[in-house]
C-alpha cells in the first residue's frame, strides 16, 4: 500500500479527500494527526512544514501531494476508480472544478471562520468577521438552493469531486446556519450526500469526535 493519507476526522477539507477514497475504494493507510500530542504535531511539521491537512504521501512515486483537491486531481490521475470524480471531458471538467471551488471558498470557508471565532479566548472575538461570513454564506446557500431545485448532484447528473467538497461544507454548514426550513431543495441535496455510501462512512469514523466540535 503506497499511499497514506494525513488528516484529522473532524476537518471539512480532510472529509473532501476522504470521500474520494471511499468513492472508490482506494486502498491507503489512514494516519489521524493528533494535534494535541507534542510530538505527532512535531512530526507532521517537519513532514509538511505549512502544517495544514490533508496531506498525502505516495511512496511509490516519492511525492507529498497537499491541499483537498489537488489530492482528489492527483488520485484520479494516478489512481482511477469506477467514479470518475474529475470527468475526461474537458467541458464537464472546468464545470466540476468551479463547482469544486465554489463550495470550498464560498461554504467551507466562510463556516470555518465562523467556527473557529468560537475557539478564540473571550473577549477576542471577531464579531464583524463573523457577520461577513453569516452573509457571505447565506448567499452561497441561496445560490445552491436555486442550483439544486433541478440536478441531482453538483454538478450535473453525475457524482463528482464537486459533490465531496459540498458534502462536508453543507454538513457544517447546516450546523451553523441550519437550512432545513428554508432552503428545502439544499437540504435534500444534503440528504443526499449524508446518503451516499462514501459519504456517509466518513461521518460514521467521524462520529467520536464530533464532541469536539464547538456548539
Known sequence: MSLTLYFHPLSSFCHKVLTALYENDTPFQPHIVDLIDPKAHADFIRMWPIGKFPVLRDTARDLLIPESNIIIEYLARYYPGPTALVPADPERAWQVRARDRFFDLYVNE??????????????????????????????????????????????????????????????????????????????????????????????????????????
Open 110 to 215: 466562510p463556516m470555518q471562520k465562523i467556527v473557529t471565532d468560537k475557539l478564540r479566548p473571550e473577549g477576542q472575538n471577531d464579531l464583524t468577521g463573523v457577520a461577513q461570513a453569516k452573509e457571505r454564506l447565506a448567499i452561497a446557500c441561496n445560490m445552491i438552493e436555486r442550483d439544486m431545485a433541478a440536478q441531482t448532484w453538483a454538478a450535473g447528473d453525475e457524482f463528482s469531486m464537486a459533490d465531496c467538497a459540498a458534502a462536508p461544507a453543507l454538513f457544517y454548514a447546516d450546523k451553523v446556519i441550519p437550512f432545513a426550513g428554508t432552503r428545502p431543495n439544499a437540504a435534500r441535496y444534503l440528504e443526499r450526500l449524508r446518503a451516499r455510501p462514501s459519504y456517509a462512512r466518513v461521518l460514521t469514523e467521524a462520529q467520536p469526535y464530533f464532541n469536539l466540535f464547538p456548539g
